[in-house]
C-alpha cells in the first residue's frame, strides 16, 4: 500500500513530530500528522510490523487528540481519534445488507469437491474452471459499507437479508481503516465481507486479564470475537484487540454502473467511457484488471485491508485444489488465528454471475471442511442432566482440554447404552473429537491405559432433582423422570415456551427464567403472565428500558397464533409442523381433551406414537387446567385462522418441500401455501398431495415417485399453483 518512498517521508516526517512534541501544530499541519498514525496503524495491524515503539505512538496520538480539543472544526470522520465512539445506551439498530449474505455449501472430502465441479463445468459448459482458494475463517461475520472512500456502517451477518448496525464497534478493529482510497478506482459505494476474529495471542492474554480479576475465562476465541461485537460500550471492545479479514466484495456503485461485482465492466459502457477514465487517472488500473475473485484479494489489500490475499492460490483445476486444501490442513496449527476450513471459489467474476445461487448459498463457491480435531483427556465424573421432557442425559466431566479452537470439559454421552456401548468409566483416558469442528462427542475410551482405579458409572434409579422413581418405555433408551411437578422439568419447559419458535417472548431467555425461578418469582408457565415487574426493576441489571421491553414482549405473545402456543406446551414428538397440523384441526385448544387416540392418527403427519403423546398431554387434567389459566389471562386458544384457511384455494391439500429452492426461502414457500389453505406435512405418505422439488432434491422424491396418488411439481408449479 505505502511506496519505500513514502515510507521513508513519514519516517522523517515522524522525527520531526517527536522533536517538537510539546509544540501546538497549526491546522496545515494536523493532516501529515492523521496521515503518520495511519502509516503506522497499517504497518502493526494490518502487516504485524512495528516501525515505531508504543511510546512514541502514544505521544504521537495525544499530540493530535490535543490538537483536535483545542480546535474541535479540525476533527474528521476518518481521524484516527474517532475510532472510540460514546457508549451504547439503546439496542442495535437493525438494517439491511445492499446484497443478502448468503451461507456457504460444505464439503468434507475430495468426493465432494469434485462433484462440486463437475456441477459447475455442466452448467458453465467448460472443460476446466479456474479457483481461487483461501482460508475459512473461525469467527464472526461482517458487512462493510464504504461511501466516498469513508467507512459509514458495519452490520453483523444477522438473518442474511440484515442485520444490526455495529458501526461504532466495528471502528475500534485497527485493521479496518476507517478510510480507504476506492475513489481511485471510480467507487462511490462499496459494500465487502469479511470475519471478525480474535487470534490465538490475544485470546491467550484476555484470558490471563480475566484471570487477574478473578472472572471466568472465555471458552474460544470464536465465541468471543462474535460476542465482543454486541458488546454495548465501544472502549470494552477496543480493549478486546480484535482483528478482521476481509475476503469479498458483494455490491458496488459508480456514476454511471452498479455491479454485483468489485470491478467489472458494464456492458453497456463503451471504449470511450474507459479511454476518458484512464485519461483522467493515467496511474489508475482499468477495472478490466479486477474481474477476478483473486484480484479483488489484491485490491483490497492495496487500499489496506488485511485480506488472505497471501494465503490464496489460484489453482488452475479441481485437482489442483484439492492438493492444495490437502496441504494447508497440515499448517492450520501454525497460523496465529483459528481456521476450520478453506473456502473455493470460481475464480472469474462473469461465470459467478452466470452460475448464480440458490436461496441459501451461491452455486460458485463451497466450503472445504476440515477433518475432526482430535484429543485424549481423562473422565473425571458424570453429571445426570433432566431435561424437558424427563429425559435424563448424562453429561461426561472432562480435564479440560483445547480442542479446535475451544477448551472442551463436558461432553453429553446421550444414555445409559451409549455408555455401555463405549465401555466408559469413570477415571478412563478417552479420545475426543470435535465432529465438523462443532460438536464435541467422546470416541473411545482407552482400556490399555487402566491403572485399576476406574469406577463403574452407574446409572441412577431416581431422578436427580426430585427423586422420583425412573421409567424406560419399551424399545426405548432413554430414561425418564414422570412427576410433570419435578423442578428441572419445569424450568426447561418455561424456557421452551419462552424460545423464538414458540412463544417468541424477547428479553425473557434461558438465563432470566432461571434467574425469576430461583427468586421465587414464577414458578410455571402461567407465571409469566402475572410476573411481578415491580419486583425485577429492583434486580441488578434491570433499569426501566429493559422491563418495559420485557412487559411489552410478554404482552405481545399473547397474540401468537394457535400452532406457536401448541408447540411451546412441549408436548413430546409434536414439532412446528405438527404443531401447525394440530392447529389447523380444531376450532378451541381443549377440544383435543375430546379427540381418541385413533381420531388424533387420522390427522396428517400423526402416527401412533405423536397420537398416543397427545392424548396423554390431553388427558392431563393438571395440563387442562394450566390451558384454562393461560386463556383467562389473554392468550389466544382459539384457531382464528381455520375460517381463512376453510375458504382458501388449496384447503386441505398437503405440502412437502424438497431440494434446494431457488425463488424462494423454504419458510416463505411453506407459509405461502398456508396461506391458501394448504397444510405442510413433514415426510412423504399416502397422505401427501404435493412434492415440490427444487434442485439436488434426495431421497423424498425417489420415495414420492412410488406412491401414484402424489403430484410431483416444480417450484415454477408450485408458484403457479398459488397464484
Known amino acids: 500500500m505505502y511506496t519505500v518512498e513514502q515510507t521513508q517521508a513519514f519516517q522523517q516526517n515522524t522525527k520531526h513530530f517527536l522533536g517538537n512534541i510539546n509544540n501546538e501544530i497549526g491546522a496545515d499541519k494536523i493532516e501529515d500528522l492523521r496521515g503518520i498514525l495511519r502509516f503506522y496503524e497499517y504497518q502493526y495491524y494490518v502487516l504485524n510490523h512495528s516501525l515505531i515503539s508504543d511510546f512514541e505512538y502514544d505521544q504521537l496520538y495525544k499530540l493530535l487528540e490535543r490538537t483536535e480539543k483545542n480546535d474541535p472544526e479540525l476533527i474528521t470522520k476518518n481521524s484516527p481519534t474517532q475510532r472510540v465512539g460514546s457508549s451504547l445506551n439503546e439496542g442495535f439498530a437493525n438494517v439491511q445488507h445492499l446484497v443478502p449474505m448468503l451461507s456457504l455449501d460444505n464439503s468434507y472430502d475430495a468426493d465432494d469437491l469434485n462433484d462440486f465441479d463437475r456441477k459447475a463445468k455442466q452448467a458453465s459448459g467448460l472443460e476446466q474452471i479456474e479457483y481461487c482458494v483461501e482460508p475459512k475463517f473461525d469467527g464472526a461475520s461482517i458487512s462493510l459499507i464504504y461511501e466516498n472512500d469513508l467507512l459509514v456502517r458495519a452490520t453483523t451477518r444477522g438473518d442474511g437479508v440484515s442485520g444490526d448496525d455495529i458501526t461504532n464497534n466495528t471502528k475500534q478493529i485497527r485493521s479496518i481503516p476507517l478510510s480507504a482510497p476506492f475513489s481511485k478506482f471510480g467507487i462511490q459505494q ?265 469406577v463403574e458409572i452407574d446409572f441412577p434409579k431416581q431422578c436427580p432433582v426430585c427423586k422420583s422413581e425412573l421409567f424406560k418405555e419399551e424399545g426405548e433408551a432413554v430414561w425418564r423422570c414422570i412427576n410433570i411437578e419435578c423442578e428441572a422439568q419445569v424450568v426447561e419447559k418455561i424456557i421452551h415456551f419462552v424460545s423464538k419458535d414458540a412463544m417468541d417472548i424477547k428479553s425473557f431467555g434461558d438465563a432470566n427464567v432461571r434467574l425469576f425461578y430461583s427468586l421465587n418469582l414464577i414458578k410455571d408457565i402461567p407465571g409469566i403472565y402475572t410476573l411481578n415487574l415491580d419486583e425485577i426493576v429492583t434486580l441488578e441489571g434491570f433499569g426501566k428500558k429493559s422491563i418495559d421491553n420485557l412487559k411489552a414482549a410478554i404482552e405481545t405473545s399473547k397474540q401468537q397464533p394457535l400452532y406457536r402456543l401448541i408447540y411451546g406446551l412441549g408436548i413430546r414428538f409434536v414439532g412446528e409442523t405438527t404443531a401447525k397440523t394440530l392447529a389447523n384441526s380444531v376450532e378451541h385448544l381443549l377440544d383435543f381433551k375430546n379427540k381418541t387416540e385413533e381420531e388424533l392418527q387420522l390427522l396428517d403427519d400423526v402416527g401412533v406414537k405423536v397420537a398416543k403423546s397427545i392424548h396423554h398431554f390431553f388427558s392431563n387434567e393438571q395440563n387442562i387446567k394450566m390451558l384454562e389459566t393461560l386463556e383467562q389471562l389473554g392468550l389466544q386458544l382459539k384457531n382464528t385462522k381455520k375460517e381463512t384457511v376453510a375458504n382458501g384455494g388449496l384447503a386441505g391439500q398437503t405440502f412437502l418441500f424438497t431440494g434446494t429452492l431457488t425463488k424462494l426461502k423454504r419458510s416463505d414457500a411453506e407459509a405461502l401455501a398456508e396461506s391458501k389453505g394448504g397444510i405442510i406435512v413433514s415426510g412423504v405418505s399416502a397422505k401427501l398431495n404435493y412434492l415440490v422439488v427444487g434442485e439436488d432434491a434426495g431421497s423424498k422424491l425417489e420415495k414420492a415417485k412410488k406412491i401414484n396418488t402424489i403430484k410431483v411439481i416444480s417450484e415454477d408449479e408450485f408458484l403457479e399453483l398459488v397464484g
Open 190 to 454: 462499496i459494500e465487502i465481507r469479511g470475519e471478525v476474529i480474535m487470534t490465538k495471542d490475544s485470546f491467550d492474554k484476555y484470558n490471563e486479564s480475566l484471570a487477574v480479576q478473578g472472572l471466568p475465562m472465555v471458552a474460544n476465541p470464536r465465541n468471543t470475537a462474535a460476542g465482543s461485537l454486541r458488546i454495548k460500550d465501544p472502549k470494552e471492545v477496543a480493549r478486546r484487540n480484535l482483528d478482521a479479514f476481509l475476503y469479498h466484495v458483494s455490491f458496488v456503485s459508480r456514476s454511471n454502473n452498479v455491479s454485483r461485482f468489485s470491478f467489472l465492466v458494464n456492458e453497456n459502457t463503451n471504449n470511450t467511457e474507459q479511454e476518458t477514465r484512464n485519461e483522467n487517472n493515467e496511474k489508475q488500473e482499468t477495472i478490466n484488471d479486477y474481474s477476478t475473485h483473486s484480484s479483488q484479494l489484491t485490491m483490497l489489500w492495496d487500499c489496506g485491508f488485511r485480506s488472505p490475499n497471501k494465503e490464496k492460490k489460484v489453482c488452475q483445476n479441481i485437482n489442483e485444489v484439492i492438493g492444495y486444501v490437502q496441504e494447508f490442513e497440515g499448517k492450520r496449527d501454525e497460523l496465529p488465528y483459528e481456521i476450520d476450513g478453506m473456502v473455493i471459489k470460481v475464480n472469474d467474476l462473469h461465470l459467478q454471475d452466470e452460475l448464480g445461487m440458490t436461496s441459501h448459498h451461491p452455486r460458485w463457491a463451497i466450503a472445504y471442511k476440515f477433518k475432526a480435531r482430535q484429543a485424549t483427556t481423562r473422565l473425571i465424573n458424570v453429571e445426570f442432566q433432566v431435561g424437558r421432557t424427563g429425559a435424563v442425559t448424562p453429561v461426561a466431566k472432562l480435564a479440560p482440554v483445547y480442542l479446535g479452537g475451544v477448551t472442551v470439559s463436558s461432553i453429553s454421552i446421550h444414555n445409559e447404552d451409549y455408555i455401555k456401548e463405549k465401555d466408559l468409566k469413570i477415571g478412563d483416558t478417552v479420545l475426543i473429537e470435535r465432529a465438523g469442528d462443532v460438536i464435541p462427542q467422546i470416541v473411545k475410551s482407552l482400556p490399555d491405559l487402566r491403572v485399576g482405579n476406574e
